[in-house]
Every structure is written in structure tokens, then in C-alpha cells.
């Protein structure tokens, strides 16, 4: 394969949405320059859309496949009406209902202008009466979210600091069992040279080699807080090393430690 | 979308209508939480009807796909805590002009993806709803990098040439 074909093969990851920023970007600038490329991505673009409408919830509730509540369309449409600006037609038909006054044209005319421009500025204000709304519709959901995702920061906390968990120390930081839940915390690691990870390992008690875990990285204070997702109760040994991106089958280097589970 | 530019609730709710079942299904698919679906499928529908002209043309279907799917991969990646290698967003609007299936159908789908040979498939799926890089992918399935890459092309290629027999591109 010569180094075009790799590049053919890279836009259709990226057509999938599968790459990684910085080769996305790349990827990306190639396209404007690059027409078979470009038409590669067009092909199989549509194909990458079609995995999506895969995914269609199913419009019969009785086949027993996902479906969504028909309480959200309610949820939505409700937002949605309080949003809608006043119509124009409604002042008309006020206004026909109204007794015409003869012939005090100059004043209507007036009542005219006054009432045009009261309207205008109601749709002004109800424009942004529904963007506010909207917003606030935005935030209750994102509210609720950070309210699931601090739920389980909470049970990740309860479960480093808590007096029953079991510590074992490590260099630069701890492994920590709480009942069946096991977590990697390490307070000053080395950033990872470019290409390259930290990954966890775990030997299952009465096996013979280590099982790769999940790669990841500490935050640019070497702080990295990991939950190492396995049965802890089943757990022998965690180490870490350093490996290439993407994690490796069998630790490639020296574990940076490696730690008994007592 | 003309008409929901212009405030108008009724074509907004033919448009969800439309196109709920594909929102819910994409954020479902992600998630694997029904409420959390709903909120995601809330959002997109509230973000599109306040900001309308960020669907600037083209495919409607496609786009609001990538944007469910965007919403949903932010939530799996708030609480993946960077245990997994994640891929970058996909643009909301795509430069280069992109030929869509014009009428397409979740059963002829779903038909054609069940087609594709396993070892093609899972990368293919694994990349769309999971949100994870081909490294990570080939991680996963214990593959060489290499052979993902090929498999992802390969499949999506298939499918492109399967749907084509059955829609009008």
C-alpha cells in the first residue's frame, strides 16, 4: 500500500468520525487539496449518515424496540409555544372588531403607526422573552445532567475517602479498594511523550499474566484519577506503564509499579 | 426549516415529528439511558428551534443526526473521566459538498448494516456510537490498527454500494 491508499484509508475513519483531533485536522486540510480524496470522502460520507438512521428508534411501541416517551414531545412543544411571538393577524383581527370612527383619519392613522410599532416591539420583546426560555430550558437539562455526573464524582469521593476502603500505597499516588470498586490515584505523574499513554493492568487472582486495562492520561499537574473498571474482589495485582497510543495487549515497557492487592 | 426560521411552532413540530425517532434512537443508541436520551433529544430540539440557522443547508437528516450524536458523546465523555481514547467531534456542517441518500429508511438500514460481515460491522459501529478512535477501536477488538482502518473503508464502501441499490442517491 503506498502512502496515497493510507491516506484514502484515513479519510473514510475520518468520514466516520473516528479520528483523533490533531490527524482530523490533518486529514481535513487535505481534503481541500486533494479531489480523489475529496471524492472518496463524498462516497462514503452518505454511507457514515446512513449508520446513523441505523439507529431510528422504532415507531411501534408493541414491537418492544426503544421508543421515545410521547410525554417529551409535550415537554418540547410546550417550550416551544410560550416562545412563539404574537402574530400580526391577531392585531387585524382586533382592530375589525373595533367601531371605525369617522373622519378622524389623521387619528387613526396615528392609532395606526402607535399600534405597529407596539407590536414590533412586542415581537422584540417576546424574541427575546423565547431566547431566554430557551436558554433556561438549556440549563435545566444540562442542570440535570451535571447533577447525574456529580452523583457519580460523589460515589467515586465516598469511595477514596472513606474509612473502609484499603489503600495501598504506590510511587506518586495510591490504588484504592472500596468493596468491589477499584480506582488508580496519582497526584504528580510525567506527561507521556508524544504517542504514547499510561495504561492500567490487572492479574486476576490465579492467573498467570496481567490483562490490559483501560490507557489514559494525568491532567497537566500529573493528576489522573482512574476507575479501574473490573470486579475489585477478583483483583491480585494493578501496575501501570507507559504505552503507545491505543494500549498495548502486552506491557511493552517497565511498569511504573506494580502493587499487591492483599 | 424555512418555516420554523420564521417562528413558526407548527412546522417545527412537523419537523420532530419527522424526526424524533431518528434523535432518541442515535442518543439511546449512545447512552443506554432512556431519560438521558430524552434530555439529549430535549436539547437538540431546543437548540434547533432557537438557533435555526445553524443548519445552514443540505441533508437535514444527516445534520441533525451529527448533532444528536455530538450531544450524546459529550455526556459519555463528561463521565469517561478520559479512560478512553475519544475521537473528535463531528462538524455540524461539512465544507465539501456532500451527496446524501434522498430518501433513506431505518429498516433498509439496519438491513444492510446486518449484511456486513461481523469484522467490518463492529469497527464501523464502534466508531459511530462509541465515540472512540480507530486506536482505541483496534485496542478493543485486539486488531492491528492497520486492518481497522481497512475494515472501516471496506465497510462503509459495502454499505454505500448496498443502499444504493435500494434508494435513489
Redesign the interface.
Known amino acids: 500500500m503506498n502512502g496515497h491508499d493510507a491516506m484514502l484509508e484515513d479519510v473514510a475513519v475520518y468520514a466516520l468520525g473516528a479520528l483523533p483531533r490533531e490527524q482530523a485536522r490533518a486529514v481535513r486540510e487535505h481534503l481541500a487539496s486533494c479531489a480523489e480524496c475529496a471524492a472518496e470522502y463524498r462516497r462514503l460520507k452518505p454511507a457514515v449518515d446512513a449508520v446513523a438512521y441505523s439507529a431510528e428508534a422504532c415507531p411501534d411501541a408493541a414491537s418492544g424496540a426503544v421508543v421515545p416517551n410521547p410525554r417529551l414531545k409535550t415537554r418540547i412543544m410546550d417550550e416551544v409555544r410560550r416562545s412563539v411571538p404574537t402574530r400580526l393577524s391577531n392585531v387585524g383581527e382586533m382592530r375589525a372588531v373595533r367601531p371605525i370612527v369617522w373622519p378622524a383619519y389623521a387619528v387613526a392613522a396615528a392609532c395606526l403607526a402607535v399600534a405597529l410599532i407596539t407590536t414590533a416591539f412586542n415581537i422584540s420583546l417576546n424574541e427575546e422573552l423565547h431566547q431566554t426560555e430557551a436558554q433556561v430550558a438549556q440549563l435545566g437539562t444540562h442542570a440535570k445532567m451535571l447533577t447525574r455526573q456529580v452523583a457519580a464524582q460523589n460515589t467515586e469521593l465516598v469511595d477514596l475517602t472513606s474509612s473502609d476502603s484499603q489503600h495501598y500505597a504506590v510511587e506518586d499516588g495510591e490504588v484504592v479498594r472500596h468493596g468491589n470498586r477499584l480506582y488508580i490515584a496519582m497526584d504528580s505523574m510525567g506527561t507521556p511523550p508524544r504517542g504514547k499513554v499510561y495504561q492500567a493492568w490487572i492479574m486476576r487472582k490465579g492467573a498467570a499474566k496481567m490483562t490490559p486495562s483501560v490507557t489514559f492520561m494525568p491532567d497537566r499537574k500529573g493528576i489522573a484519577v482512574i476507575h479501574v473498571p473490573t470486579q475489585a474482589s477478583q483483583v491480585a495485582e494493578v501496575a501501570v506503564s507507559m504505552e503507545p497510543e491505543g494500549g498495548s495487549k502486552q506491557p511493552t515497557s517497565k511498569p511504573t509499579f506494580i502493587v499487591k492487592l492483599t | 426549516m424555512s418555516r420554523v426560521r420564521t417562528?413558526d411552532?407548527a412546522a417545527?413540530?412537523s419537523l420532530?415529528?419527522a424526526y424524533?425517532?431518528?434523535v432518541?434512537?442515535?442518543a439511546?443508541?449512545i447512552v443506554g439511558e432512556?431519560a438521558?436520551?430524552?434530555?439529549v433529544?430535549?436539547?437538540v430540539?431546543?437548540?434547533l428551534?432557537?438557533a435555526p440557522e445553524r443548519f445552514d443547508g443540505g441533508?437535514f437528516?444527516?445534520w441533525i443526526?451529527?448533532v444528536?450524536?455530538n450531544q450524546a458523546l459529550d455526556?459519555v465523555r463528561?463521565?469517561s473521566?478520559?479512560?478512553?481514547?475519544l475521537?473528535?467531534?463531528?462538524p455540524d456542517s461539512?465544507?465539501?459538498?456532500?451527496?446524501?441518500?434522498s430518501e433513506?429508511?431505518?429498516a433498509q438500514?439496519?438491513r444492510?448494516?446486518a449484511q456486513l460481515p461481523a469484522e467490518q460491522r463492529e469497527p464501523?459501529?464502534?466508531?459511530?456510537?462509541g465515540?472512540?478512535?480507530?486506536?482505541?477501536?483496534?485496542?478493543r477488538t485486539?486488531t492491528p490498527?492497520?486492518t481497522i482502518?481497512?475494515r472501516?473503508?471496506t465497510g462503509?464502501?459495502k454499505?454505500?454500494s448496498a443502499?444504493e441499490g435500494t434508494v435513489a442517491?
Open positions: 417562528r411552532a417545527f413540530e420532530y415529528d424524533h425517532r431518528l432518541y434512537g442515535i439511546f443508541r432512556a438521558v436520551a430524552e434530555d433529544t430535549q436539547t430540539f431546543l437548540k428551534w432557537s441533508n437528516g444527516g443526526a451529527r444528536a450524536r455526556i463528561r463521565k473521566h478520559s479512560e478512553t481514547e475521537s473528535e467531534a463531528m461539512d465544507l465539501l459538498e456532500e451527496r446524501v441518500f433513506i429508511d431505518a438500514v439496519r444492510a448494516i464501523i459501529e464502534l466508531g459511530f456510537f465515540g472512540i478512535t480507530h486506536a482505541e477501536i483496534a485496542r485486539g490498527l492497520g482502518k481497512t472501516i473503508r462503509l464502501g454499505l454505500r443502499l442517491v
